[in-house]
């Protein structure tokens, strides 16, 4: 079984989702996946399907382009390696990152690489930049899996004295605080 | 995923409004350390408490860290000593009192209750033991909390308990003459009294309880008064059904806190968790303050007339959410109203809106009765008793609990400030009818009977 990704941007607009997915249909391809998100004015999907043999990846990308270039949308089409391993995640605790602060340059650079240097991987990244100094208007709130193995009070120390050094208050709590509160 | 906006509001509750866990307070059963023999029982007092709780704060703030939800106070509550210690006379229950204050220094935590006698329906010698150490036991310690059961739904009144302990309240204020009666701060009088109560002073474990529990106090009032303020800055126009709706949301969501610290606490210690205290539980901070909901909910103060109304809304609504959340809510689970406790309610008493009698009129709604009253020095033992009685009976007819924390501070009269400090804060003296009157129905001694319970009004 062959599967690909593919990756659809430009300007929000109706009937970006309908025109992807019927070449899709077309071509015998089934879904398994699907993200989609607007970021300001600006549509970003991601389509994971599994593709039948006959079909070549050149050509699927052709019939995607053909469709969507003329709706001025960018297409991109990428095969999956199975025999690749995927990302064996250690044992870990998902925890949630919030920072507030004026914006600046470079703020989702430095809390990030101190998450990476420790190992620890994003599972979700929301953060909202609106300018200007009001901390409530630019937020970056990371869902993280923290590795069980890693020291946890000096993961907590560099992030905390990252995010002073960026200007940022930043909040480290586990996850499961936030889904006690708010869900039945 | 979580959402953007619950992560947001989640922060707000934390940052601005005092989310916090008020209390954990490990339960710890110390029946099996009695003995005849003084030295070994305060042996083994000191050690069990000091060996269950080696880990206890410790572990409440890693948590809480975890978490980002601060846990405010650790506390120990342990067994009746009044059971454990029976066989000993007033002045060895002294030094048994200095031995949990030591255990209590010496792992951390402020408050350890369970200097407790349970006398509803008779005074047995080791109670009678008990009671009367109390005021040497208290004015010597600083850690330590008494409470007195004196009556119950199921018992009537012991009026010749409730005399003794308007003595005995008399008698710790005089020997801790020197910081306004502090020593009353930490006495507790009850009717029904609950065997799990994790908030002093009346926290001890009941004899139906397991070796070691923990129980947990909820955070306290701020985040109400907040989520009220809120909601009615977005919209002027709510009803009362409305407000206690979002009442109830909002002591959903703080139960919910309260039982998931109280959980990992538990398991991390592998002890057993048993309940959620919901009370709201002020302290003398400014936004941390039962009496403030009054004003966001309309009135001038706490006091005025509406009052009693407000607060059977309040502590209803809370209840509800509260159940909601957890299958595991005990103690006492209603709105505190401790006078010097509260900024604001001191406050009101000193602006001359709350009495004593309207006091004791709103306890009949709310948990848990006339609580941190400072009166003048000279009110005699026999009217001390008096207002006591008075609050047990609202509590045995009512079939809940009730309790005094009275403190006749001596020196002074109604109108001048009795400062506590810390936690106890600071309050105007209330004036007491009668205060120095002859009171003969209260030397008449004997059970006021228990109720019937039918006929209910």
């Known amino acids: ?184 | 995923m979580l959402t953007e906006r619950e992560i947001i509001s989640t922060l707000e509750m934390l940052e601005n409004e005092h989310l916090d866990v008020r209390t954990v307070t490990l339960g710890i059963s110390l029946i099996d350390c009695a003995s005849h023999n003084p030295e070994t029982l305060k042996n083994n007092i000191y050690r069990r408490i000091t060996q269950t709780a080696k880990k206890l704060v410790q572990t409440c703030d890693e948590i809480g860290e975890k978490f980002g939800i601060p846990v405010v106070n650790k506390r120990i509550a342990i067994s009746p000593v009044a059971i454990i210690a029976a066989a000993f006379s007033p002045s060895e229950l002294v030094r048994i009192a200095h031995t949990m204050n030591r255990a209590a220094a010496d792992v951390g935590v402020d408050f350890i209750g369970g200097f407790t006698a349970l006398v509803e329906k008779g005074i047995a010698r080791g109670d009678r033991s008990l009671i009367e150490s109390i005021p040497h036991a208290l004015a010597e310690t600083d850690r330590v909390c008494a409470s007195v059961n004196v009556a119950s739904t199921r018992a009537g009144i012991n009026m010749d308990a409730v005399y003794l302990m308007g003595k005995m309240i008399k008698e710790a204020a005089s020997l801790s003459a020197d910081r306004d009666g502090i020593a009353c701060a930490k006495l507790c009088v009850f009717a029904n009294i609950p065997q799990d109560v994790p908030f002093m002073a009346g926290a001890y474990l009941g004899i139906g309880e397991p070796d070691a529990v923990i129980n947990v106090g909820v955070s306290g009032p701020g985040v109400v008064k907040k989520a009220i303020d809120r909601a009615l800055e977005a919209d002027s126009g709510l009803d009362l059904g409305q407000i206690s709706e979002i009442i109830k949301t909002t002591a959903y969501k703080v139960t919910k806190v309260g039982e998931l610290i109280g959980r990992e606490v538990a398991e991390s210690l592998n002890i057993q968790f048993g309940v959620v205290d919901l009370s709201l539980a002020p302290t003398p901070n400014v936004g941390d303050s039962v009496g403030e909901i009054f004003q966001s909910l309309g009135l001038k103060s706490i006091g005025v007339p509406g009052t009693t109304a407000a607060l059977a809304l309040i502590n209803d609504a809370v209840k509800k959410g509260g159940a909601f959340a957890s299958s595991k809510v005990g103690g006492l689970s209603g709105a505190f109203i401790p006078v010097s406790e509260d900024l604001n309610i001191s406050e009101s008493a000193a602006a001359g809106y709350l009495s004593l009698e309207k006091l004791e009129a709103i306890t009949s709604v709310c948990s848990v009765g006339l609580d941190m009253v400072a009166i003048p020095g000279d009110t005699s033992a026999e009217t001390i008793a008096a207002i006591i009685a008075d609050e047990m009976a609202i509590g045995v007819i009512n079939r809940k609990t009730t309790a005094t924390r009275l403190i006749p501070v001596p020196g002074k009269k109604a109108g001048d400030s009795a400062y506590f400090g810390g936690l106890l804060g600071q309050s105007v003296i209330l004036p007491v009818n009668n205060g120095l009157g002859d009171n003969r129905f209260i030397r008449m001694g004997g059970l006021i009977p228990a109720p019937i319970h039918s006929l209910n009004n």
Not at chain 1, 88 to 99: C, L, N, Q, R, W
Not at chain 1, 156 to 164: I, N, T
């Open chain 1, 1 to 184: 079984m062959k599967k690909v990704i593919i990756s659809v941007l430009g300007h929000d607009r109706p009937g970006i989702l309908a025109a992807t997915t019927q070449v899709l249909f077309e071509q015998e391809c089934n879904l398994e996946n699907v993200s989609q998100t607007i970021l300001q004015s600006e549509f970003a999907g991601v389509f994971i399907a599994s593709m039948p043999e006959s079909l070549t990846v050149e050509e699927l990308n052709n019939q995607l382009e053909k469709v969507l270039g003329s709706l001025n949308l960018y297409v991109f089409v990428k095969p999956i390696r199975v025999d690749v391993p995927t990302y064996d995640a250690p044992g870990s605790e998902p925890f949630v990152i919030t920072t507030k602060g004026p914006d600046r340059k470079g703020l989702v650079a430095g809390v990030s690489s101190v998450i990476a240097r420790y190992g620890a991987n994003v599972t979700n990244l929301s953060a909202v930049f609106k300018g200007g100094d009001d901390p409530n208007q630019n937020i970056m709130i990371y869902e993280v899996d923290i590795p069980w193995r890693i020291d946890q009070n000096s993961f907590q120390k560099d992030l905390r004295e990252k995010a002073a050094e960026l200007g940022l208050n930043i909040s480290i709590q586990h996850r499961k605080i936030f889904e006690t509160i708010n869900r039945i």
